[in-house]
C-alpha cells in the first residue's frame, strides 16, 4: 500500500523527517518498504528555466530551422529550434546544457552543447510533451508574456515535491488502509513517545454540508440485509464531468494511480484518505429511479466496466435497477451505468458489505480492485456517511452541480462495537513486562479503544468497528506493545526452559537425515503447492469422490487437493528444461490429500472423513553425471534410479530382502516400473514416466520416478533394530551359475528360491550378466549369477560347497524349469 506524504500531513502536524516517520511506521507494525522521493513532473524540471526570445532568423542551411538567442535571465543563449511557431518577443520554455528531459513518451535524454548544421547551440526551447507536461507536439510551448524571464519552470508550472511511503500492510490491518488510518497510528506512538506533543489525527471538516434541494427521486431497497448491513447514497444534478485539477491528480499520481475525470478520481481520493470505498453511477441510467441492492439468478449476465462478460453464480450480491445488475458489489462497476463525460446527474453510493461475500465473489471471477481488497478484509460501518458526504462536498466543489437529495441510510441492525476484558496480569505475562496502568490507558485511548469500566485487576474497553482484528484479549495486548514499542523491552537475563519428552520414531529427525542423504547424493530439494489443477485428476487414475475440492479457491490452478506429488515433480522438469536445465536429480516430502467417508485422519486434526498420507517422490532425468572432458555422457536409466532408492531405504532401515517385488506395465504415471510390498502394503514404486504424460507437459526427454510411502518407512523403523555383528574371520567363496530359464522368470524368484535352499551360508546373489539370443531357443534367456558363501565358524571345503551349490541347483531345475550350461 501506498502513502503520500504530503497527503499525510493533511491529517496530522508532524514536522519529523520522512525517514524518521518510516522508522515510526515500521516500529508500530506498519512496515515501510520502501521511501521514495517524487515530483509531480518527473525530474521536477530541474535544469529548465523560463526565456524571452530576443532574436528568431532563418537558419541559413536548413529551411525547417531558426537560429534564436533567448535571455534566460543570467545569460543569453543561441538556440537552433525546429519549432515553426517560434517568434521573436515570445516567453518560453528553455532547457539549458546538462538538463536531462523526460518526455511524456519515449525514453529520457540529456541537452547538450552541439553544433546543428554549423550553427552553435546552448540549449533547447520545449515543446509540453517534452517537458512531460502534456502529450502535444504542435509546437513549443508559449507562456504569458508577463511571467518574469529566469523564473524556474519549477516555480512557474508549481512542480510538488512529495514521498511516497510503501507500506508492507498485514491482512489483519485493513484499519490502516487510508491516509487517515495511518495518520491515527501515527498520532498514537508520537504521543506515547512525547506526551506533551498532544498530536491528533484530524478528518477534514464536513460540517457545512447541507443538500440544495431533495428532487432527486431515487429510492434505496436493500433485499438482503446479512449481505449488506448498511448502504447509503445521494444524488448530485448538474454536475460537468472533466479533468481533475492539478492538486488532486497529483495525490493520485504519487500513490499510483491515474487520473480519469474529476467524479472518478474524487471517489478514488477519497478512498484512500478515509479507507471507505464509493461508487458512482450515472443517474439518468437508474431505471425506474430504483436502486436494489440484491442477488440475481445464476447466470445472469453481466458487463463490467473492463467490457468483460459475467455469469453470476446465484450468491453475488449486485447494485442493480429495476430491470438489470448495474455494479458487482464492493468489487466493480458495470459498463451501463458508469460515469462519462456526458453524465450531468449521478447517484453516490457509500456503502458497507459483509466480507466473506465480498471474498466469495472476488475470487471466483478473479477481479481484484481497491474496493474488494477493502471491503473482504472488513471496512468501517461507521465510515459511511461520513466519506458520502466528504465527496459529495469535494464533487460539488470541482465538478459544480447540486446535492439535491438527502442522505438516504439504510441500515437497520447497528453493528456493535466489541467487548473485551483486559486484565493487567495477562498484559503483564504477554508482554513480558510490567507497564504502567495510565500509559496503558493513555496508549488504548490513543487507539479510539474507549475504557468503559475500570477495577484495580483491569479494564472493560469497547473497540470500535473499524477495528476488525481486535476480538481477543491478547489482541488488545499486542496493540499495547506495538505503540508502547517492542523494542522498549528488555531482554530477560534467565532463559527458562523444559525438557519434553519426544515421540519415537522422531519424524521430523528421520526426515532430515533422509534429505541429507540425498542432497549429499546430488538431489536438490524441491516443494510444491499442496493445491493444485482439478484437470490433473480427471482421468480414470482416480476417484472423483475422492478428491479434496477447494470451497473458494484462489484461481482453477489451485482448485483440489493434490493426490500425488507427481504432477508438482513433473511441472518442476517442465519448468527447468524450458530453461536449458536438463540434467535432473529432485526430490520432495509432502502430504497428499484424500476425501474418504465415515473415516477420520490419523493425523492431529483428525477431521472426519478425510485422510492425509505423507510421501516422498524422486525424479530423475537428463545425464547421470554433468558435462566434463574426463567423463562421458551417461542417460539415466531406472537402475540409477532403484540404486538411489536403494541406498535411502537402507539407511532409513528398511530392510528390502523382506519386500515383495512385483512388475509394473502400462499402470498409472509409468510406461515400466517396479513396485514393492511390505505385508501387502505398497513401500515403494519406481519406473519410466509413460509418454502420454510426457507428452501432455512437453518433455522431450526420459523422466524416471519414484513414490516412497514415507509413513510406511516410519512404521518400519520399529521393527528392524540394527544389530552389530562381528566381521567374518572366514574367507568368502563364490560360485557362479549361468542359467537358461524361461523368459519370464525374474531374478527375484532366483534369489528368493536360492536362499530357501540355502539359509545358513548364503550370504549374497547377484546377477552380473544376462544373455538372449535365437540360438538358445525362442521364449529363452541367459543368466549369469553369482553366489557367495560364507561359514563364520571355520573355512568351507570345496565338498560342502559343491554340496550346497548342488543344492541350490536342483530347486532351481525343479521349481523354475532352469537348466544349467
Same mark, same amino acid.
Given at each position: 500500500?501506498?502513502?503520500?506524504?504530503?497527503?499525510?500531513?493533511?491529517?496530522?502536524?508532524?514536522?519529523?523527517?520522512?525517514?524518521?516517520?518510516?522508522?515510526?511506521?515500521?516500529?508500530?507494525?506498519?512496515?515501510?518498504?520502501?521511501?521514495?522521493?517524487?515530483?509531480?513532473?518527473?525530474?521536477?524540471?530541474?535544469?529548465?528555466?523560463?526565456?524571452?526570445?530576443?532574436?528568431?532568423?532563418?537558419?541559413?542551411?536548413?529551411?525547417?530551422?531558426?537560429?534564436?538567442?533567448?535571455?534566460?535571465?543570467?545569460?543569453?543563449?543561441?538556440?537552433?529550434?525546429?519549432?515553426?511557431?517560434?517568434?521573436?518577443?515570445?516567453?518560453?520554455?528553455?532547457?539549458?546544457?546538462?538538463?536531462?528531459?523526460?518526455?511524456?513518451?519515449?525514453?529520457?535524454?540529456?541537452?547538450?552543447?552541439?553544433?546543428?548544421?554549423?550553427?552553435?547551440?546552448?540549449?533547447?526551447?520545449?515543446?509540453?510533451?517534452?517537458?512531460?507536461?502534456?502529450?502535444?507536439?504542435?509546437?513549443?510551448?508559449?507562456?504569458?508574456?508577463?511571467?518574469?524571464?529566469?523564473?524556474?519552470?519549477?516555480?512557474?508550472?508549481?512542480?510538488?515535491?512529495?514521498?511516497?511511503?510503501?507500506?508492507?500492510?498485514?491482512?489483519?490491518?485493513?484499519?490502516?488502509?487510508?491516509?487517515?488510518?495511518?495518520?491515527?497510528?501515527?498520532?498514537?506512538?508520537?504521543?506515547?513517545?512525547?506526551?506533551?506533543?498532544?498530536?491528533?489525527?484530524?478528518?477534514?471538516?464536513?460540517?457545512?454540508?447541507?443538500?440544495?434541494?431533495?428532487?432527486?427521486?431515487?429510492?434505496?431497497?436493500?433485499?438482503?440485509?446479512?449481505?449488506?448491513?448498511?448502504?447509503?447514497?445521494?444524488?448530485?444534478?448538474?454536475?460537468?464531468?472533466?479533468?481533475?485539477?492539478?492538486?488532486?491528480?497529483?495525490?493520485?499520481?504519487?500513490?499510483?494511480?491515474?487520473?480519469?475525470?474529476?467524479?472518478?478520481?474524487?471517489?478514488?481520493?477519497?478512498?484512500?484518505?478515509?479507507?471507505?470505498?464509493?461508487?458512482?453511477?450515472?443517474?439518468?441510467?437508474?431505471?425506474?429511479?430504483?436502486?436494489?441492492?440484491?442477488?440475481?439468478?445464476?447466470?445472469?449476465?453481466?458487463?463490467?466496466?473492463?467490457?468483460?462478460?459475467?455469469?453470476?453464480?446465484?450468491?453475488?450480491?449486485?447494485?442493480?435497477?429495476?430491470?438489470?445488475?448495474?455494479?458487482?458489489?464492493?468489487?466493480?462497476?458495470?459498463?451501463?451505468?458508469?460515469?462519462?463525460?456526458?453524465?450531468?446527474?449521478?447517484?453516490?453510493?457509500?456503502?458497507?458489505?459483509?466480507?466473506?461475500?465480498?471474498?466469495?465473489?472476488?475470487?471466483?471471477?478473479?477481479?481484484?480492485?481497491?474496493?474488494?481488497?477493502?471491503?473482504?478484509?472488513?471496512?468501517?460501518?461507521?465510515?459511511?456517511?461520513?466519506?458520502?458526504?466528504?465527496?459529495? %462536498? $469535494?464533487?460539488? &466543489? /470541482? =465538478?459544480?452541480?447540486?446535492? *439535491?437529495? #438527502?442522505?438516504?441510510?439504510?441500515?437497520?441492525? +447497528?453493528?456493535?462495537?466489541?467487548?473485551?476484558?483486559?486484565?493487567?496480569?495477562?498484559?503483564?505475562?504477554?508482554?513480558?513486562?510490567?507497564?504502567?496502568?495510565?500509559?496503558?490507558?493513555?496508549? %488504548? $485511548?490513543?487507539? &479510539? /479503544? =474507549?475504557?468503559?469500566?475500570? *477495577?484495580? #485487576?483491569?479494564?472493560?474497553?469497547?473497540?470500535? +468497528?473499524?477495528?476488525?482484528?481486535?476480538?481477543?484479549?491478547?489482541?488488545?495486548?499486542?496493540?499495547?506493545?506495538?505503540?508502547?514499542?517492542?523494542?522498549?523491552?528488555?531482554?530477560?537475563?534467565? %532463559?527458562?526452559?523444559?525438557?519434553?519428552?519426544?515421540?519415537?520414531?522422531?519424524? #521430523?529427525?528421520?526426515?532430515?537425515?533422509?534429505?541429507?542423504?540425498?542432497?549429499?547424493?546430488?538431489?536438490?530439494?524441491?516443494?510444491?503447492?499442496?493445491?493444485?489443477?482439478?484437470?490433473?485428476?480427471?482421468?480414470?487414475?482416480?476417484?472423483?469422490?475422492?478428491?479434496?475440492?477447494?470451497?473458494?479457491?484462489?484461481?482453477?490452478?489451485?482448485?483440489?487437493?493434490?493426490?500425488?506429488?507427481?504432477?508438482?515433480?513433473?511441472?518442476?522438469?517442465?519448468?527447468?528444461?524450458?530453461?536449458?536445465?536438463?540434467?535432473?536429480?529432485?526430490?520432495?516430502?509432502?502430504?497428499?490429500?484424500?476425501?474418504?467417508?465415515?473415516?477420520?485422519?490419523?493425523?492431529?486434526?483428525?477431521?472426519?472423513?478425510?485422510?492425509?498420507?505423507?510421501?516422498?517422490?524422486?525424479?530423475?532425468?537428463?545425464?547421470?553425471?554433468?558435462?566434463?572432458?574426463?567423463?562421458?555422457?551417461?542417460?539415466?536409466?531406472?537402475?540409477?534410479?532403484?540404486?538411489?532408492?536403494?541406498?535411502?531405504?537402507?539407511?532409513?532401515?528398511?530392510?528390502?530382502?523382506?519386500?515383495?517385488?512385483?512388475?509394473?506395465?502400462?499402470?498409472?504415471?509409468?510406461?515400466?516400473?517396479?513396485?514393492?510390498?511390505?505385508?501387502?502394503?505398497?513401500?515403494?514404486?519406481?519406473?519410466?514416466?509413460?509418454?502420454?504424460?510426457?507428452?501432455?507437459?512437453?518433455?522431450?526427454?526420459?523422466?524416471?520416478?519414484?513414490?516412497?510411502?514415507?509413513?510406511?518407512?516410519?512404521?518400519?523403523?520399529?521393527?528392524?533394530?540394527?544389530?552389530?555383528?562381528?566381521?567374518?574371520?572366514?574367507?568368502?567363496?563364490?560360485?557362479?551359475?549361468?542359467?537358461?530359464?524361461?523368459?519370464?522368470?525374474?531374478?527375484?524368484?532366483?534369489?528368493?528360491?536360492?536362499?530357501?535352499?540355502?539359509?545358513?551360508?548364503?550370504?549374497?546373489?547377484?546377477?552380473?550378466?544376462?544373455?538372449?539370443?535365437?540360438?538358445?531357443?525362442?521364449?529363452?534367456?541367459?543368466?549369469?549369477?553369482?553366489?557367495?558363501?560364507?561359514?563364520?565358524?571355520?573355512?568351507?571345503?570345496?565338498?560342502?560347497?559343491?554340496?550346497?551349490?548342488?543344492?541350490?541347483?536342483?530347486?532351481?531345475?525343479?521349481?523354475?524349469?532352469?537348466?544349467?550350461?
Amino acid at each position: 500500500m501506498k502513502i503520500s506524504l504530503n497527503w499525510l500531513k493533511d491529517y496530522i502536524q508532524i514536522d519529523e523527517t520522512p525517514e524518521k516517520i518510516a522508522q515510526l511506521l515500521t516500529d508500530c507494525g506498519l512496515e515501510v518498504e520502501s521511501l521514495e522521493k517524487t515530483e509531480s513532473v518527473k525530474g521536477g524540471l530541474k535544469g529548465i528555466v523560463i526565456g524571452e526570445v530576443l532574436t528568431c532568423e532563418k537558419h541559413p542551411d536548413a529551411d525547417r530551422l531558426s537560429l534564436t538567442t533567448v535571455d534566460i535571465g543570467e545569460e543569453v543563449l543561441p538556440i537552433v529550434c525546429g519549432a515553426p511557431n517560434v517568434a521573436r518577443g515570445q516567453k518560453v520554455v528553455v532547457a539549458t546544457v546538462g538538463t536531462t528531459l523526460h518526455p511524456a513518451s519515449g525514453e529520457s535524454f540529456e541537452i547538450k552543447k552541439a553544433k546543428i548544421r554549423g550553427q552553435e547551440s546552448r540549449g533547447m526551447i520545449c515543446a509540453e510533451d517534452e517537458l512531460g507536461l502534456g502529450t502535444s507536439h504542435d509546437g513549443i510551448m508559449v507562456l504569458d508574456p508577463s511571467v518574469k524571464t529566469g523564473t524556474t519552470a519549477a516555480e512557474y508550472f508549481k512542480v510538488e515535491e512529495d514521498h511516497c511511503i510503501e507500506i508492507g500492510l498485514t491482512p489483519n490491518r485493513i484499519d490502516a488502509a487510508s491516509h487517515y488510518g495511518v495518520a491515527r497510528d501515527l498520532a498514537a506512538v508520537i504521543n506515547h513517545l512525547h506526551p506533551q506533543s498532544k498530536v491528533r489525527a484530524q478528518k477534514p471538516d464536513i460540517s457545512n454540508f447541507k443538500p440544495d434541494n431533495n428532487t432527486a427521486g431515487i429510492s434505496i431497497t436493500v433485499e438482503d440485509h446479512d449481505a449488506c448491513p448498511r448502504y447509503t447514497g445521494l444524488c448530485i444534478s448538474g454536475i460537468k464531468v472533466q479533468e481533475s485539477p492539478d492538486w488532486l491528480k497529483n495525490r493520485l499520481k504519487v500513490i499510483g494511480l491515474k487520473p480519469i475525470n474529476n467524479v472518478v478520481d474524487i471517489t478514488n481520493f477519497v478512498l484512500h484518505e478515509t479507507g471507505q470505498p464509493l461508487h458512482a453511477f450515472d443517474a439518468s441510467k437508474i431505471a425506474g429511479n430504483k436502486v436494489i441492492i440484491r442477488k440475481p439468478q445464476k447466470d445472469t449476465a453481466f458487463i463490467t466496466l473492463d467490457e468483460e462478460e459475467l455469469k453470476l453464480t446465484g450468491n453475488d450480491l449486485m447494485i442493480c435497477n429495476e430491470k438489470d445488475p448495474m455494479c458487482l458489489a464492493g468489487i466493480l462497476g458495470g459498463m451501463d451505468s458508469g460515469v462519462t463525460e456526458a453524465t450531468e446527474s449521478i447517484f453516490l453510493e457509500s456503502a458497507y458489505f459483509e466480507a466473506s461475500g465480498i471474498r466469495k465473489s472476488s475470487k471466483f471471477h478473479t477481479i481484484n480492485t481497491d474496493s474488494s481488497f477493502r471491503f473482504e478484509r472488513g471496512a468501517d460501518p461507521e465510515m459511511t456517511v461520513y466519506a458520502l458526504k466528504r465527496a459529495a %462536498l $469535494l464533487i460539488r &466543489e /470541482i =465538478a459544480g452541480g447540486k446535492i *439535491t437529495s #438527502e442522505v438516504m441510510d439504510v441500515y437497520p441492525v +447497528p453493528v456493535k462495537p466489541c467487548i473485551i476484558h483486559l486484565r493487567y496480569e495477562s498484559a503483564l505475562t504477554l508482554i513480558g513486562k510490567a507497564i504502567e496502568k495510565e500509559t496503558i490507558k493513555k496508549i %488504548l $485511548l490513543s487507539l &479510539e /479503544i =474507549a475504557i468503559k469500566q475500570e *477495577t484495580a #485487576e483491569g479494564l472493560e474497553l469497547e473497540i470500535p +468497528p473499524y477495528r476488525v482484528d481486535v476480538t481477543r484479549e491478547a489482541d488488545v495486548v499486542e496493540e499495547i506493545l506495538r505503540i508502547y514499542g517492542y523494542n522498549s523491552i528488555e531482554l530477560p537475563e534467565r %532463559l527458562h526452559a523444559s525438557i519434553v519428552s519426544s515421540p519415537r520414531p522422531d519424524k #521430523e529427525k528421520l526426515q532430515n537425515i533422509a534429505s541429507d542423504i540425498l542432497s549429499n547424493r546430488g538431489f536438490n530439494e524441491i516443494m510444491n503447492n499442496s493445491l493444485t489443477r482439478a484437470n490433473y485428476y480427471q482421468s480414470e487414475l482416480f476417484e472423483s469422490a475422492g478428491i479434496v475440492h477447494i470451497l473458494n479457491p484462489l484461481s482453477q490452478d489451485l482448485g483440489v487437493m493434490r493426490q500425488s506429488l507427481f504432477f508438482g515433480g513433473m511441472e518442476t522438469i517442465a519448468w527447468n528444461q524450458n530453461r536449458k536445465v536438463a540434467d535432473l536429480k529432485i526430490y520432495e516430502f509432502g502430504n497428499i490429500y484424500f476425501k474418504e467417508e465415515n473415516k477420520a485422519n490419523e493425523g492431529p486434526l483428525k477431521l472426519s472423513g478425510y485422510r492425509e498420507q505423507r510421501m516422498l517422490s524422486l525424479f530423475m532425468s537428463g545425464n547421470l553425471n554433468p558435462e566434463s572432458w574426463y567423463a562421458k555422457h551417461k542417460p539415466v536409466t531406472l537402475f540409477d534410479l532403484k540404486a538411489e532408492v536403494m541406498v535411502l531405504l537402507q539407511k532409513m532401515n528398511v530392510r528390502m530382502d523382506d519386500a515383495i517385488a512385483e512388475e509394473i506395465h502400462g499402470e498409472g504415471f509409468l510406461e515400466a516400473g517396479i513396485r514393492f510390498l511390505f505385508n501387502d502394503k505398497p513401500l515403494l514404486e519406481l519406473g519410466e514416466v509413460s509418454r502420454t504424460f510426457l507428452k501432455s507437459f512437453d518433455l522431450k526427454q526420459d523422466v524416471f520416478y519414484a513414490s516412497v510411502n514415507w509413513e510406511l518407512v516410519l512404521e518400519l523403523q520399529d521393527k528392524h533394530m540394527i544389530r552389530y555383528s562381528e566381521i567374518p574371520k572366514f574367507p568368502e567363496v563364490r560360485r557362479d551359475l549361468a542359467l537358461l530359464i524361461n523368459s519370464d522368470v525374474k531374478f527375484s524368484d532366483i534369489e528368493r528360491l536360492a536362499k530357501t535352499a540355502e539359509k545358513r551360508l548364503l550370504k549374497k546373489v547377484r546377477l552380473f550378466d544376462i544373455y538372449r539370443d535365437e540360438k538358445i531357443g525362442a521364449g529363452k534367456k541367459s543368466y549369469a549369477v553369482s553366489f557367495s558363501l560364507v561359514d563364520e565358524k571355520k573355512t568351507l571345503t570345496d565338498k560342502e560347497i559343491d554340496k550346497v551349490m548342488e543344492r541350490i541347483s536342483q530347486t532351481l531345475q525343479k521349481e523354475l524349469n532352469a537348466s544349467i550350461r
